[in-house]
């Protein structure tokens, strides 16, 4: 059984760092044909993409929010991780990290954190 577990602060400052960690249990993070993602959802809204981490350690973001997304991994842990800088109030959102499977889509998510961005 693959299980994915945000973990993370619920409040941020604005322009401080936002940082999740996901950590995995029940598949590897460097397993081939997988897309280790990050997703959120703002309040009232649809489902947006952020970007994610592949087996290789190659990542890909968002052209929105590229200029502040950095996602990295510790396989160590089997877990990866989500920063995203100079935040503001539009950030608020559920975070989910999740598993994609090349040429499937979202086979496995996590339960989502809530992260409010607010002085």
Do not use: H
């Not at 996901?22 to 309040?43: D, E, H, L, M």
């Not at 997304?69 to 989500?82: A, E, G, P, V, Y």
Request: hydrophobic share 30%; proline share 5%.
């Amino acid at each position: 059984q693959v299980r994915l577990q945000e973990s993370g602060p619920g409040l941020v400052k604005p322009s401080q760092t936002l940082s999740l960690t996901c950590t995995v249990s029940g598949a590897v993070i460097k397993t081939n044909y997988f897309y280790w993602s990050w997703i959120r959802q703002p309040p009232g809204k649809g489902l947006e993409w952020i970007g994610y981490i592949v087996y290789s350690g190659i990542t890909y973001y968002s052209p929105s929010l590229k200029s502040r997304t950095s996602i990295s991994r510790d396989t160590s842990k089997n877990q990866f991780t989500l920063q995203l800088s100079s935040v503001t109030p539009e950030d608020t959102a559920v975070y989910y990290c999740a598993r994609a499977r090349a040429g499937w889509g979202i086979d496995y998510w996590g339960q989502g954190t809530q992260v409010t961005v607010s002085s």
